[in-house]
Structure formats: C-alpha cells, structure tokens
C-alpha cells in the first residue's frame, strides 16, 4: 500500500488567496483526521471523519477553514481567504477505526503551508 | 475527558547511553497509549502502542514502554541510544469504551530527543 497521500508537499500563497489541500487516506480505512502542526500550538486536531461523516469539528480554528469527504478515498482541506497565520505543517492521517480508539494512526508526509 | 502530559520538552543523551522519555496521562476510560517518533521534515510513525494486553509493550527499533496504571504513566525507554533516534517522539491518549471520544486520540506536546556523538 502506498500509504496516505497529500497533496501537495509544499504551497506557498499570498495572503486572501484560496488554498486546497489534499488527501487520500489508506483504502479500507473508516477514520480520517487532519491535524495542524506549528512550532508555537504543537500538533493539533482540527476535524476528524467516520465513513466520510464529520464526526468532531471542534478544532477548526474558525470559519475559514472547511472540510469535506466526498468519499471515502478523499479529502479535503480548504482555507478561505488564508492569513499568514495559518502557515503550518498540515497532516492528514487514516486509521482502521474497527476497535475505536486502540487503532493506529497512519500519517501522511504532511504539506508545509507558507502563507505570505 | 483524558489529556497526556509529557514531562520533558528536550532529552538530550549520548550514543550508546540508555533513553527514557516520560510520559504521564489522564482518562475516564480504559486508556489506548500510543508512542509515535516524527523524524525532520517527516510525518508520523507509530512506534508501539498499549490496548490493554501486555503492560509492557515492545516497539520497533528497540523501544519499549511500561504502562502502570497506579502511577499513571506510560514511559517510553531504550537500552542504548543511536544517532539515528534524534527525532520528537509523542505519546498519545485514546479512551476505549468512550462513544462520544471514539476514535479522537489526545496527542501530548512532544519531547525532543538529541543524540550526541
């Protein structure tokens, strides 16, 4: 398997610009999360999906930011208008999900965003 | 609710010399703990994980960790350290048993191993 993928590694925008990450989890996975990781907030979670469902949203820093699954070998992450504050590593992850909880987490290699 | 605390923020160790990392955690439920290592400018890999069996949990490149439920920890170690182990290391909390959590795992703020030659 290839792992999840994410795309792509690296974006570089202009502040007020729309800005699409990607991801495609491992087949067969049932759980899919996004996480944001600066320097300052170390890893957080931002939303996370069950069976392309959004199940916990509460980490969305506010309303520029939007997720959608519309099946279950994508995602996306979508900040619109971006901010210099939002540059940061973005992760997505995949897992399992059969047992809850004691399922491991499989990361992708992350997009490092830099916002302008 | 559940919150993992990682005791150090930097390690800093000499090759060959023995790793612990600490980690202390925090559940309502029955805990899943994870460790994962992130290598520079990498994601993350799980290196071994708790889920109720064997309280001491053997990982991949020699790392362990010991869950003790009385003390609440669950500490990550290795025998003798490798040049190749400098990375940040995250231990992770997940509730079992938890409907409303399931699947949302707690990550804590990371400890960052230096191995110096």
């Known amino acids: 398997d290839a792992g999840v993928i994410q795309s792509p590694r690296h974006e570089v925008t202009e502040m007020g610009q729309e800005v699409t990450l990607r991801c495609k989890p491992i087949?067969?996975?049932?759980?899919l999360f996004w996480y944001r990781q600066t320097m300052m907030r170390g890893l957080e979670l931002l939303i996370y999906?069950?069976?392309?469902?959004?199940?916990?949203d509460s980490g969305m820093p506010e309303d520029r930011f939007s997720a959608k699954m519309p099946n279950a070998s994508f995602s996306t992450l979508k900040i619109q208008p971006s901010e210099p504050r939002d540059s940061a590593v973005y992760f997505c992850?995949?897992?399992?999900?059969?047992?809850?909880?004691?399922?491991?987490?499989?990361f992708g290699p992350g997009t490092r965003l830099t916002v302008l | 609710a559940q919150s993992v605390t990682q005791l150090d923020s930097h390690v800093s160790v000499s090759e060959g010399t023995p790793v612990l990392l600490r980690c202390n955690y925090s559940?309502?439920?029955?805990?899943?703990l994870f460790w994962y290592v992130q290598h520079p400018n990498k994601g993350l890999q799980l290196l071994l994980k708790?889920?109720?069996?064997?309280?001491l949990v053997k990982g991949i490149n020699g790392f362990e960790a010991e869950f003790k439920k009385s003390e609440t920890s669950f500490h990550l170690t290795k025998p003798s350290a490798h040049m190749s182990d400098a990375a940040e290391y995250f231990c992770?909390?997940?509730?079992?048993?938890?409907?409303?959590?399931?699947?949302?795992?707690?990550f804590g703020d990371g400890t960052t191993l230096t191995v110096k030659p």
């Open positions: 992850a995949s897992s399992l999900g059969r047992k809850f909880s004691t399922d491991t987490q499989y």
């Open positions: 087949s067969g996975h049932d759980y």
């Open positions: 999906f069950n069976n392309n469902v959004p199940i916990d």
């Open positions: 559940s309502s439920y029955s805990p899943s």
């Open positions: 708790y889920t109720s069996a064997a309280t």
């Open positions: 992770v909390v997940s509730d079992r048993g938890s409907h409303t959590n399931a699947g949302k795992s707690t």
